[in-house]
Each structure stands twice: as C-alpha cells, then as structure tokens.
C-alpha cells in the first residue's frame, strides 16, 4: 500500500509515525483529515502542489473528491492537468465521477 504526507504530500511506501521528508508527525492524522486537505490543496496556486493533491485523491478513491475535481477541470486551461483530473476519476470509479467523464467526452466529440 501507498502513504502519502498530509503536509508535503510526498508518498512513502510504509506506514511511519514521522514523515521521512518533513518529519510531520503523521499518527495524528486519519483518512478524513488528508481527503479534507487534498480537497483543499485543489484550491493552490501551485500547480504541482495541485496535481499531487489530483493523483491522491485518485489513489485513495475519494468519492468525496468528485465534485471538487470536476469544476478543476472545467475552470483550467492546463491540459496536463485535465488528463490527470479524468484519471483520477476513472481510478475514483464512483458513479458522479462516470457521469462526469462521460458528459465531457461527449463535449470533446461535439467540439
């Protein structure tokens, strides 16, 4: 399985009470708390700072995360970031996310 710091966001392979790159103490924090941060690491203007937040919420399959990344998507010009958003909604899987992936095909093929 694959951990991800709530503070720099950069992923380790283990469970650990301390971030190996930050030194965060991770054991206070819960799935909740980092979706919540993720979520909100959506609104950064960093953009690699955004994409991270995009590939996490992927990655933890954050049903919570649907809507937040669908106005990403549709409020950026940043193609690279566009195709992560569509990723993580597929690896998201759940039902809005589909649904959006499939109103925004249909919109490419109209274009």
Not at 30 to 39: T, V
Request: a positive charge.
């Amino acid at each position: 399985m694959t951990y991800f710091c709530i503070t720099c966001l950069k992923e380790t392979k283990e469970i650990a009470r301390l971030c190996p790159f930050c030194g965060v103490d991770l054991s206070k924090y819960r799935k909740k708390h980092i979706e919540k941060a993720l979520i909100n690491a959506l609104r950064q203007k960093e953009t690699e700072t955004v994409r991270q937040a995009v590939y996490i919420l992927g990655k933890l399959k954050s049903s919570k995360a649907v809507r937040q990344l669908s106005r990403l998507y549709n409020r950026t010009n940043n193609t690279l970031l566009k195709i992560e958003i569509i990723d993580s909604l597929k690896e998201i899987g759940a039902p809005e996310a589909r649904k959006f992936m499939i109103k925004t095909l249909i919109q490419m093929w109209n274009y």
